[in-house]
C-alpha cells in the first residue's frame, strides 16, 4: 500500500516556475515508477511525465517537453515535478500516481495509487 501526497502547486504568472513535491508512504518507494497527470475543467486527465521505477528512464508530454523535468529522491520518498516558463494552458490540478515495478507509462489506468491532487493556476 502506497500513500501519495501532492503539495507546492499554487498561483503563478506566465514564464514564472513552480517545483511541485510527492511524498510517499511506505518503505517499498524505490520500486515504484512515478508519474505526474493533469486534469484541466471539463478535460479528461492528461498525462504530463513519468520517471520509471529504476529511475534510469523519464518521458513527457510533447506539450511540456524542455520546461518540465521529473526527478526523484529515494531517500526522500519523494518524487519532483520542476516546472519551467509556465503558461496558461498548464493551468490544471496536478496528481501524482504510483506502479509498481513500472516502466513509467502514460495511461492512468495503468498505475495504482493515486494522490489527491494539488492545484496548479498560471496567471497570462
Known amino acids: 500500500q502506497v500513500q501519495l501526497v501532492e503539495s507546492g502547486g499554487g498561483l503563478v504568472q506566465a514564464g514564472g516556475s513552480l517545483r511541485l513535491s510527492c511524498a510517499a508512504s511506505?518503505?517499498?518507494?524505490?520500486?515504484?515508477?512515478l508519474g505526474w497527470f493533469r486534469q484541466a475543467p471539463g478535460k479528461e486527465r492528461e498525462f504530463v511525465g513519468a520517471?520509471?521505477?529504476?529511475?534510469?528512464?523519464?518521458y513527457y508530454v510533447d506539450s511540456v517537453k524542455g520546461r518540465f523535468t521529473i526527478s526523484r529522491d529515494n531517500a526522500k520518498n519523494t518524487v519532483y515535478l520542476q516546472m519551467n516558463n509556465l503558461k496558461a494552458e498548464d493551468t490544471a490540478v496536478y496528481y501524482c500516481?504510483?506502479?509498481?515495478?513500472?516502466?513509467?507509462?502514460?495511461?492512468?489506468?495503468?498505475?495504482?495509487?493515486w494522490g489527491q491532487g494539488t492545484q496548479v493556476t498560471v496567471s497570462s
Open positions: 511506505g518503505r517499498t518507494f524505490s520500486t515504484y515508477a
Open positions: 520517471i520509471s521505477w529504476t529511475g534510469r528512464n523519464t
Open positions: 500516481a504510483a506502479e509498481a515495478y513500472g516502466p513509467g507509462r502514460s495511461t492512468p489506468s495503468l498505475y495504482n495509487y
